[in-house]
């Protein structure tokens, strides 16, 4: 049994600590015309089921927050951050 564990705490320690997991929200930055960047499906999600956002959809804020892992070679989102958009305003009319 402590072999096994053994090779789970190697396999652990090579897998998370050569990489650095970072907390990420709605995607974008400020650039004079509002805080965030259009909604994009491939590296965020909608909020509600029931209101779907579209791409490009104006991102209002971060609902809940997302988790991406950094590498030497690369980023990679592992869970995508849900954000409320205008799509919200369109489904309330």
């Known amino acids: 049994m402590n072999i096994l564990a053994h090779k789970l705490s190697l ?3 090579r897998d998370v600590v050569s990489s650095v997991i970072r907390v990420i929200i709605a995607p974008g930055t400020y650039k004079g015309r509002g805080w965030y960047d259009g909604f994009d499906q491939r590296i965020c999600r909608s909020a509600w089921n029931d209101r779907p956002s579209k ?3 104006c ?3 971060t609902y809940k927050f997302g988790l ?3 590498m ?4 990679k989102i592992l869970i995508r951050p849900e954000v409320i958009t205008d799509a919200i305003l369109r489904q309330s009319n």
């Open 59 to 61: 991102v209002l804020g």
């Open 72 to 75: 030497k070679t690369k980023e």
């Open 11 to 13: 396999t652990l320690q």
């Open 55 to 57: 791409d490009g959809d």
């Open 68 to 70: 991406e892992r950094l």
